[in-house]
C-alpha cells in the first residue's frame, strides 16, 4: 500500500475539517468538523503504522486512545451545546462569546460597592 493515497485523504479530511471549524457558526457543527479533523489524524496513525510495519503497532494503539478520547469530548461537548441551548434559545457561536449572565440596569453595583469589593 502506498502511504501516499491515505495521507492525502488524511490533508482533505484535515482540510475540511478546519474550514468547518473556522467557517461555522452552529456550535454542533463545530463540534462534527473537530471530529473529522481527529478522524483525519487517526487515518495517519493508522497509515503509518502499517507502513512502518511496528511490530508493537503503536500507531493503532493511539488510534483508539484517540478514539475514547473524541467519544469524551463529543460527550461533553453536546452536554453543554444542549444546556446552552436550553438557557439562551441558540447554538450560534457568535451568541455564545459572552457567556456571564445579562445584568439588569437596576442591579448594576455603584461606585462604591465596586471600590468595596475590591478592598
Do not use: C
Amino acid at each position: 500500500m502506498h502511504l501516499a493515497y491515505p495521507a492525502v485523504l488524511a490533508a482533505l479530511l484535515f482540510s475540511v475539517g478546519l474550514y468547518g471549524v473556522l467557517a461555522r457558526r452552529n456550535a454542533i457543527l463545530v463540534l462534527m468538523s473537530v471530529e473529522l479533523m481527529l478522524n483525519a489524524v487517526n487515518l495517519n496513525l493508522v497509515a503509518f503504522d502499517v507502513w512502518l510495519r511496528d511490530t508493537l503497532h503503536a500507531g493503532q494503539a493511539l488510534t483508539l486512545f484517540t478514539i475514547a478520547i473524541a467519544a469524551a469530548e463529543i460527550g461533553i461537548g453536546l452536554a453543554i451545546v444542549l444546556m446552552v441551548y436550553r438557557n439562551r434559545g441558540t447554538s450560534d457561536v457568535d451568541h455564545l462569546r459572552d457567556t456571564r449572565e445579562a445584568v439588569s440596569a437596576d442591579e448594576t453595583p455603584s461606585a462604591d460597592e465596586k471600590a468595596e469589593a475590591t478592598a
